[in-house]
């Protein structure tokens, strides 16, 4: 049975979409659609674990175009990051939101050698905490706690030695952005969040697109309701995704970084990265009862194109394989 928050929550948006239905029904919705409310408990922590991982393919070319010998040299690496986050309701508040203390429980990367020995900066979120407002919408109110992580992060990143200019070390933290900024995205995104959904029922929005070097493109997202699903622990909505490029990024979403920089490795030594395409589809379980994700799988593939400097002409094809995952613990 749902907490009595979502039974309040309910009869505001009820009143809000003008039926004036008596309190203590599911209102405010058109018979057969399903209200997707987020909700917390008192006393409860959900705590999740985030993974993003990529297999990134670099494909050179022909590194002796003159030579009727030349042979296509390809790269292959992979990177990830793993991450388990708590959400405690510190302040519910029955006529509007809930006021939640993230912990950054902890953060690892691993893949992609050429980070050498110094830490990757995303690991920095570790042991971090912020807190913000979620209302049933699943629409976050002020971010400014986890942008102050975020670009706190960013600092770590850059090299504490200029000398040789400003430097900054590959890192993960766009990656930890994708899982955080972007929490109940699905639930939030919807235009008429008062009007309830049955499957078969689709929405756009928009979500990142974190990669391993510096790139501005973002996803567009069609969501799709496609079932819901009875289950002993509640009743599940099953929520698909897919996904094509978006080559804009918002104006609201972060930037880790407060200095230009020059970023080391192979993905800053390569320039002019232009997005060929992107494509990919995922699948979120919305718990309608508890009001809660229970866990998520977003995978796309991209397509990105290059070059070296000084106008050695080569062209330098670059494939990425991306996972992120949401699990509930």
């Not at 971090?128 to 400014?144: A, C, E, R």
Request: net charge neutral.
């Amino acid at each position: 049975m749902r907490h009595s928050l979502t039974i309040t929550v309910i009869v505001i948006l009820a009143a809000i979409a003008g039926c004036g239905q008596p309190s203590g029904q599911k209102t405010g919705k058109p018979a057969g659609k399903e209200m997707l409310t987020v909700d917390f408990q008192k006393g409860q922590t959900l705590r999740y674990k985030f993974v993003s991982s990529r297999e990134i393919t670099v494909d050179w070319g022909q590194m002796e175009s003159n030579s009727p010998q030349a042979k296509t040299r390809v790269d292959k690496s992979n990177e990830s990051i793993e991450l388990v986050v708590s959400y405690e309701p510190i302040e519910i508040d029955p006529y509007g939101g809930t006021k939640v203390k993230a912990t950054c429980e902890s953060a690892k990367v691993t893949g992609l050698k050429q980070r050498g020995a110094r830490q990757d900066a995303a690991e920095t979120f570790a042991g971090k905490t912020w807190t913000f407002t979620v209302g049933p919408t699943g629409k976050i109110d002020d971010y400014s706690q986890l942008y102050a992580v975020i670009r706190e992060a960013g600092k770590q990143a850059i090299r504490p030695d200029t000398s040789q200019g400003t430097v900054k070390e590959p890192d993960m933290i766009y990656d930890v952005i994708a899982t955080q900024w972007f929490l109940w995205d699905s639930i939030s995104s919807r235009q008429n969040v008062t009007a309830g959904l049955s499957p078969g029922d689709q929405w756009k929005s928009l979500l990142s697109a974190p990669a391993p070097m510096i790139l501005w493109v973002a996803r567009d997202v069609t969501y799709r309701l496609d079932e819901i699903r009875e289950d002993p622990n509640g009743r599940v909505a099953v929520i698909h995704s897919s996904y094509t490029p978006y080559k804009d990024i918002p104006s609201n979403w972060p930037v880790p970084y407060e200095v230009r920089f020059q970023m080391s490795g192979m993905f800053g030594f390569l320039r002019n990265y232009q997005v060929q395409s992107l494509s990919g589809e995922g699948e979120e379980l919305f718990n309608i009862n508890a009001g809660r994700t229970e866990k998520y799988n977003q995978k796309y593939h991209l397509e990105v194109l290059s070059s070296l400097p000084m106008g050695l002409g080569i062209t330098p094809k670059i494939s990425i394989d991306q996972n992120l995952t949401m699990q509930l613990l």
